[in-house]
């Protein structure tokens, strides 16, 4: 099945990876499986494990969540290891499909390596044009496998695996945060703007893990010792750590934004900041910005709910449950037709007339992207008697393509770009409609080092010539 921007109103980050350095030989498959269950929220396509056994490579991939892919006798194969990678998949470059499962693996001259990556290589299109012009063969529509292919280019005039990804990050533009394993080696890079998070930890018994967010650490009982800084490599081996700074503090810092606001999970501390209370701090400039007379504030599961605490917080509306959300349903998402994806919306979300009924409430939600989603939320909350519905957005509008790893290729389906506030009020039939403005960011986080091209238009890289999601998939078809 063929994933497409218009199967969506909420953007969805690439994914999520997950690495693990052990002293002695031990079972660090379930490491990873456990660090891939806590970041399963980051992608839900695929899922991967590779595991490093002296030198020797052994891997299960495949599509779905990562509870489906690894059931117990899949684990039980993977044998212990000193060494593995894990990798959760929302594909923003290529297709669905097995063959972009990750980690990649890789057999070459001088070894092997095992590659998981989150982002997007914003030329990657000019560098596999580069690559298949020099004879490079392409198994995948991945933007990953250019970063491999690179890698193992510069592997053949380097004396290090460490040295040939410091060399191949000259060619890479865009986001991505990589975790690497060579047959004695592990290896994390950010790119120098570390537009995607990376950090790393420690467990009791001396195993280093790294990750995508904190909770993934938590999640194997590792404790944090530090986030990567953007342009850093850092390596694990038998020596201990080293870290390279060659591309450090040569470009302008620029995480995410939107990785507060709705990427990373709650719980997660990026760059020195509590994803919780940065939620939290959006709520409360709502509730500055775009007060409103109330009986309720209710969120939309699961990260409005952060700010909606922090509206109720600021403002003095009671707070209330106004959804339950059924844990046990795929995303809305993947569904194959519109019809379908109405129905899940309304066995996902089940509203709770007790809360809103009669009641004027103000409904929290992060994102409008298409309004398709908003509408139908709306209309549940009007259906369970709710009698004024004053929706709230915990970001700006969002007005212009990501290049950095989400899937908002294009100006043409979002609402925003073709109506005002007020006539999206009216579309998706709110009393009235507040954002998040552009100007109040560097409240969540308390700097302004970060990147808000998809709300603004300023982006700190090239624009590539080519940025449909997709852009890869036809020509591999062709063959």
Known sequence: MKMTFNSSDKPHEECGVFGVFSPEASKVANDAYYGLYALQHRGQESCGI????????????????????????????????????????????????????QPI??????????????GNISNAYELRNQLELTGA?????????????????????????????????KFLEGAYSIVLMSASKLIIARDPHGYRPLCYGV????????????????????????????GEVIV?????????????????????????????????????????????????????EHSVKADVVIGVPDSGLDAALGYSRYSGIPYGIGFIKNKYIGRTFISPTQDERNSQVKIKLNPISSTVE????????????????????VK????????????????????????????IDSKDKLIACHHSVEE?????????????????????????????????????????????????EKRLSER
């Open 50 to 101: 590779v595991v490093n056994d002296d030198g020797l490579f052994f891997s299960h991939k495949d599509l779905g969540q990562v509870s489906n892919v690894f059931d117990s006798e899949e684990l039980s194969k993977l044998p212990a290891g000193n060494m593995a990678v894990g990798h959760v998949r929302y594909g923003t470059t290529g297709g669905n499909s097995r063959r972009n499962t």
């Open 105 to 118: 693996e890789v057999n070459h001259q001088k070894g092997k390596m095992a590659l998981a990556h989150n």
């Open 137 to 169: 063969i392409f198994h995948t529509t991945s933007d990953t496998e250019i970063i491999a292919y690179i890698i193992t280019r510069e592997r053949l005039k380097c004396p290090s695996i460490e040295k040939a990804l410091i060399e191949s990050m």
């Open 203 to 230: 467990t009791e018994d001396g195993k280093y893990i790294a990750a995508s967010e904190t909770c993934a650490l938590e999640a194997v009982g590792a404790k944090f010792v530090r986030n990567v800084k953007p």
């Open 236 to 288: 694990f081996s038998s020596k201990g750590i080293e870290s390279f700074e060659d591309h450090c503090g040569k470009a302008k810092g620029q995480i995410c934004i939107f990785e507060y606001i709705y990427f990373a999970r709650p719980d997660s501390v990026i760059d020195g900041v509590s994803v919780h209370e940065a939620r939290m701090r959006a709520g409360e400039i709502l509730a500055r």
């Open 358 to 377: 009669g009641k004027s409430v103000v409904l929290v939600d992060d994102s409008i992207v298409r309004g398709t989603t908003s509408k139908r939320i």
């Open 380 to 407: 549940l909350i009007r259906d369970a008697g709710a009698k004024e519905i004053h929706m709230r957005i915990s970001s700006p509008p969002f007005t212009n393509p990501c290049y950095y790893g989400t899937d």
């Open 424 to 472: 999206i009020a009216e579309i998706i039939g709110a009393d009235s409609l507040g954002y998040l403005p552009i100007d109040t960011l560097p409240e969540l986080v308390g700097h302004n080092e970060f990147c808000n091209a998809c709300f603004s238009g300023n982006y700190e890289t090239r624009i590539p010539e080519v940025v449909t999601k997709n852009r890869f």
